[in-house]
């Protein structure tokens, strides 16, 4: 039984490949858990394969269960549909779309096909890796610097640059004597005087 190698990679994420190698009768499903498991993703939520061109588009599509991507009835279920009935173009290429909610999209590019399998390697098979994948779920417990930020942010101005608007000038600052020092208003003036005349 032939041997497909597909060089595979997430979109947007620059020099990051994994190269796995599948048996051609093995099943779309195959597939799916070999690339997952290569990239640390777990397997267990919906996906779909689409059968594309050099320029990336959705042909047809090969679904995981009821829900398809397109929205369209696909009758081609990985669980069943085998590599060999759909793989014709020696450089074939196909999108896997997983998670249809995140919609994790990889990029599958034949790059090389091998009449038999090598002796002592059990397949699907992780040939080669190249690049640290992102994190499928975001990390718990990891804070949310930005968050954070514009919390102090707003207490920093609530509690320090925000002045009762009594004590503004005409310029918005609080005014101040030749010294820098706030100057007393009328009414803490007259109070101290007579303070002061009381005790004399």
Not at 23 to 39: A, R
Not at 96 to 122: A, Q, R
Not at 155 to 174: H, M, P, R, T, W
């Amino acid at each position: 039984m032939a041997i497909y190698r597909f060089k595979c990679s997430i979109d947007d994420c620059d020099d990051l490949y994994r190269f796995v190698e599948v048996k051609s009768g093995s099943t779309f499903d195959s597939l799916k858990n070999i690339i997952l498991q290569s990239f640390g993703f777990d397997t267990i939520l919906d996906c779909s394969f689409f059968m594309s061109d050099d320029q990336w588009r959705m042909n047809n599509e090969i679904t995981s269960g009821k829900k398809t991507l397109k929205g369209k009835p696909s009758e081609d279920k990985i669980q069943d549909a085998k590599l060999s009935k759909f793989v014709f173009d020696p450089h074939q290429k196909i999108l896997m779309v997983y998670d249809y909610e995140k919609e994790w999209t990889f990029k599958l590019e034949m790059v090389n096909i091998s009449p038999t399998g090598k002796e002592g390697v059990t397949y699907p098979f992780l040939y080669k890796s190249i690049g640290l994948a992102p994190k499928q779920y975001p990390i718990l417990g990891v804070p949310n610097t930005k968050v954070e930020e514009e919390d102090e942010f707003e207490f920093i101005k609530n509690q320090i640059l925000v002045a009762d608007e009594e004590e503004l000038g005409e310029d918005g600052f609080k005014e101040t004597n030749e010294d820098g020092e706030e100057d007393e208003n009328e009414d803490d003036a007259l109070s101290d005087n007579s303070e002061a005349e009381e005790d004399i």
